[in-house]
């Protein structure tokens, strides 16, 4: 079982950033694939960034890539979005989510724990 806890959501605008954390704890928190995906009111959940357990490999989706930066302290058993450039189109609730390995990590229904989210919006 995996426990996870985010926050640093809020209320910014366009052309801002944002850090969100998520505290993981449980047996296997530190050897878990880390995910971090969205949901926009009326639209699916989407997958947004994801990280090896070692830090190693990351995935971006095509629409963050190059503002978003996924990171994770092993120590602290803690995951990071670091959210740069933020548009409008970045408003939703994000959510962070864990699985056991490196396949899939864009299919938001291979997550075995997830969190309870937090709001980011955007305004223009």
């Known amino acids: 079982q995996v426990q996870l806890v985010e926050s640093g959501g809020g209320l910014v605008q366009a052309g801002d950033s944002l850090r969100l954390s998520c505290a993981a704890s449980?047996?296997?928190?530190?050897?878990?694939?880390m995910g971090w995906l969205r949901q926009a009111p009326g639209k699916e959940r989407e997958f947004v960034a994801a990280i090896s357990w070692s830090g190693n490999v990351r995935y971006y989706a095509d629409s963050v890539k190059g503002r978003f930066t996924i990171s994770r302290d092993n120590a602290k058993n803690t995951v990071y979005l670091q959210m740069n450039s933020l548009k409008p189109e970045d408003t939703a609730v994000y959510y962070c989510?864990?699985?056991?390995?490196?396949?899939?990590?864009?299919?938001?229904?291979?997550?075995?724990?997830w969190g309870q989210g937090t709001q980011v919006t955007v305004s223009s």
């Open positions: 449980g047996r296997t928190a530190s050897s878990s694939t």
């Open positions: 989510a864990a699985k056991q390995n490196l396949y899939d990590t864009d299919q938001p229904d291979r997550y075995e724990y």
